[in-house]
């Protein structure tokens, strides 16, 4: 049998064989075509490709919530933003179709003050119908739960969580018992479920369950209730910490590795204020992390918990995360729990809470690799099939719980995050819809739309060649030929990370590249901006070294952030693919509504990141980062400011030497901690990336260069500045464009001191963004910068090929001769054609840059009381 992806035929049989050839390799299926939006199939950012089964509705941005009324005459989605949040309702006509429509809220003006009030301004997962007239929603930030009209969309009343004691309430997940007019919600910030009276709309009862408690499902009868705690550790504050006196009351670094003793039991920690006792995180294996909560609700007003049942693998020796449960669904016998670290599903018996077994989700030759990411889940009566979101792998899982059997995939859109069955209908709500698209013509946040696919469960009839189509998207069908070699005179790889810029905006100017020239304001004709406040200059040089850098080795431009924010970008960037909890995290952050962490009352709120994008215990994935796999494969490397945005970082002036101080006890991954400068500044943009340049060739030069100690195999270094600011003219930035320029010279020193050490001649640089939010282009809104630099670069050469992070990722691993860390990077196409076996060891020669913009010997720290941006944009 055959299938066709995008105009290209595969025949079924190749993508089930695992190839017995001495020579195959996995690539993403798109190759040099760039990424296209289309309504019905679509090429990624990546090169990966999206073929949704059925019929799609667009969403708002973020679709992490569903429910179908009792008739299935309505479907509600629940839409997290970035940018505006909303609800989607969708009415169903009679020939079988839907018409859509969105619930949006006022939009707080730009004078007005933070309070929210009584009007509603976000949305977070939980939704459910009560009766066909109206459906409650999840606010999230606020704390409240309010009612919405099916017929006018109205909001008529809310529910607000922030009683009897509480405060700082974050309100998720929900679950309804019609028959006794009870609400059940997930109360994320403090660690507990709210039982609500809906007629009295007051809170009868409150039940600690466990570490941000994120899934709800009731018992077919209605007397239990089951809650995934996706949480790991119950972070606390540095004693004394105040957010408001960071600089004297923070540490200036974390206070410890996670895993350690030392994180384990607590260790002493220095503050400007004396030395301070760092509580420590405990055991990450307690029965509140990563488990199912059983909650006996027989007496509503006095809900027991019965037992927790942790499910998955633990934390230890053969996962480097938790579990992160992240879907439950409960029959008269069984609850089926989605463990999205692992790849798998827990069966629990009903009767006795415990674990009658596991579902692994595995993909054909490539089985020790996780990414599959299961998180909705759903049970069809009628065939005795569960159904399970794949958010990593953009489809439905169709599986047989009693043979404990992945039947086969359903393609879906980007992202897909929940699962709802309603009689001969799945319906599937996908985050990311089909990506972004270019966007020169509109915000990119005005871009951005998930979907709803309807798809009819006839569908299954044919499964093989919907598998088929799943495969093949996601490039996980092994290719019969070998991969192209890497050359083996590398022995020392440099990854510079940057922030925000798009492809055109920098290189659009590029002869032989596929550019905008008039979208390149960073080009070597580009323009900065006076804001009637000084002169605006056109045509000038913004980024000299850049251009030359990639003039003289190879520039990419067909490749893309898999992020759409810094969040997930550092994510992406050290291996950890944002799980469930990360995405809707970072979701609502960008939405404005969850980017208060506070050092109150609520424990879960010391964990909201907001746009601070560095790796959280409870955002690591089975595999762990870049940093545990390196250490695994014994593979040596070194880190300059990479891993320090951590939930909670206060970046102000004059916090040197790191730029940030911490508040809490959260920590870095160990590998990381143990190897990483406590010198060179993180994401500070009061700090000149000039500052960054001295002090990385300072270190270099007295620990490798002078003092004999042997160079790592890999470097990672941050380099922030092209986020850009506003101008700070008395510092040195006339312009906000003035901190590309600054980026500029800073990436040109680093280069020229790279290149003149002895360990050029196996040296390979690749410098990249964390992201492109920052910025407009012309293919698609998250292609973005890429340049390859070394002696077995090839000079003066374009690459085309459609890769991303976990591309360059791969072909990082390949050159230190380390295996596929998950199936990201194993299916991902690598970069292997920017090598040459004629090395060419001339060392490059830093450019001056126009000192009308920037003069780099009078950079200057901001100024007492200057706060620096955040990563967001």
Request: glycine fraction near 10%; charge should be negative; proline fraction near 7%.
């Amino acid at each position: 049998m055959m299938v066709t992806v995008l105009g290209r035929a595969y025949f079924i049989s190749a993508v089930f064989a695992t190839a017995t050839l001495c020579g195959q390799s996995y690539s993403a299926p798109a190759g040099t075509r760039p990424a296209v939006r289309h309504t019905g199939a679509s090429i990624l950012p990546g090169g990966r490709v999206i073929a949704p089964a059925g019929v799609e509705y667009p969403t708002g941005p973020g679709a992490f919530g569903i429910a179908i009324s009792p008739s299935g005459k309505f479907v509600a989605t629940a839409n997290t933003g970035p940018g505006r949040n909303s609800l989607t309702l969708l009415e169903r006509q009679r020939n079988g179709s839907f018409d859509a429509r969105q619930i949006l809220p006022r939009q707080r003006d730009a004078d007005e003050p933070e309070g929210e009030g009584n009007e509603w301004r976000g949305v977070f997962m939980g939704l459910v119908f009560h009766g066909e007239r109206g459906f409650y929603a999840s606010e999230g930030n606020s704390g409240r739960i309010s009612y919405f009209d099916t017929g006018n969309g109205d909001r008529h009343r809310f529910v607000d969580l922030n009683q009897g004691g509480f405060a700082d309430s974050y309100s998720g997940d929900l679950a309804l018992d019609a028959e006794r007019n009870l609400l059940y919600a997930a109360d994320q910030a403090n660690f507990r479920i709210a039982v609500i009276d809906i007629k009295s709309k007051q809170v009868l009862a409150s039940l600690p369950v466990g570490r941000l408690p994120f899934a709800l499902a009731l018992s077919p009868d209605r007397r239990r209730l089951y809650c995934t705690n996706i949480g790991m550790f119950r972070y606390e504050p540095i004693p004394g910490a105040d957010a408001k006196q960071a600089k004297s009351t923070g540490l200036a670094f974390p206070a410890f590795g996670f895993p350690s003793a030392e994180s384990a039991a607590g260790v002493e920690g220095k503050t400007e204020r004396g030395v301070v006792k760092v509580p420590g995180l405990g055991d990450p294996n307690v029965r509140e992390s990563n488990s199912l909560a059983v909650i006996d609700v027989t007496t509503p007003s006095a809900p027991k918990i019965e037992t927790f049942v942790r499910t998955g693998l633990p934390f230890g020796a053969k996962s480097d995360s938790g579990s992160s449960p992240s879907g439950v669904v409960a029959t008269a016998d069984r609850i089926y729990v989605s463990n999205a670290a692992n790849d798998s599903i827990t069966i629990v018996d009903a009767k006795t809470n415990e674990v009658a077994g596991e579902i692994p989700i595995r993909i054909p030759g490539l089985e020790s690799l996780r990414g599959v990411l299961p998180v909705g889940l759903a049970f069809d009566e009628q065939s005795g099939w569960l159904f399970a979101a794949e958010a990593g792998i953009d489809a439905v899982a169709v599986i047989d719980p009693k043979a404990k059997k992945v039947l086969g995939h359903i393609p879906a859109a980007w992202f897909p995050t929940r699962v709802a069955v309603f009689g001969e209908t799945l319906f599937v709500t996908n985050a990311r819809g089909h990506g972004i698209g270019p966007n020169v013509n509109a915000p990119r946040n005005a871009l951005r739309e998930g979907t709803l696919s309807v798809i009819p469960m006839s569908l299954t009839g044919d499964l093989g060649a919907q598998t088929a189509i799943v495969m093949e998207a996601n490039g996980f069908r092994p290719r019969p030929v070998a991969e192209r070699p890497v050359p083996a005179g590398v022995k020392h790889v440099v990854l510079i990370v940057k922030e925000n810029r798009t492809y055109d905006e920098v290189f659009g100017d590029v002869l032989g590249a596929a550019g905008a020239p008039l979208l390149a304001r960073l080009g070597t004709r580009g323009f900065v901006d006076g804001k009637r406040q000084r002169l605006s200059i056109k045509d000038v040089n913004v980024t000299p070294n850049h251009h030359t850098i990639a003039r003289q080795w190879t520039l990419g431009d067909n490749f893309y952030a898999d992020s759409d924010v810094s969040v997930d970008g550092h994510h992406w960037l050290v291996g950890s693919y944002p799980n469930v909890w990360t995405e809707s995290s970072l979701l609502a952050a960008y939405g404005d509504q969850k980017k208060d962490f506070r050092l109150g009352t609520a424990p879960g709120r010391l964990l909201f990141a907001g746009s601070d994008s560095s790796v959280h215990p409870e955002d690591q994935v089975e595999g762990g980062t870049i940093w545990h796999h390196f250490a695994r494969n014994k593979i040596s490397f070194y880190n300059f400011g990479e891993g320090f945005e951590l939930a909670g970082i206060a970046e102000d002036k004059d916090l040197e030497p790191t730029g940030g101080r911490f508040l809490t006890n959260i920590p870095m991954p160990d590998p990381l901690y143990r190897n990483t400068s406590r010198e060179y500044p993180g994401f500070n943009m009061n700090i000149p990336d000039q500052f960054r340049a001295n002090q990385l060739i300072h270190e270099m030069e007295e620990k490798y260069v002078n003092g004999g100690a042997e160079l790592p195999q890999f470097l990672f270094i941050h380099l922030p500045n092209d986020h850009m600011t506003k101008e700070r003219p008395d510092d040195g930035y006339p312009y906000e464009e003035s901190f590309a320029v600054d980026n500029d010279y800073a990436l040109g020193r680093i280069l020229q001191f790279l290149s003149g050490t002895k360990w050029w001649k196996e040296m390979a640089v690749f410098v990249t963004e964390d992201d492109a939010q920052g910025g407009v282009d012309h293919i698609d809104a998250q292609r973005t910068v890429l340049m390859c630099a070394g002696p077995w670069i090839k000079r003066a050469h374009v690459t085309h090929t459609n890769t991303s992070f976990p591309g360059l990722l791969k072909t990082i691993f390949r050159l230190l001769g380390a295996p596929p860390l998950n199936l990201y990077d194993a299916s991902a196409t690598d970069l292997s054609d920017v090598f040459t076996d004629k090395p060419d060891f001339t060392p490059y020669k830093l450019v001056p840059v126009d000192a009308r913009l920037f003069d780099p010997a009078a950079a200057k720290q901001a100024p007492p009381g200057t706060p620096s941006p955040k990563m967001d944009k």
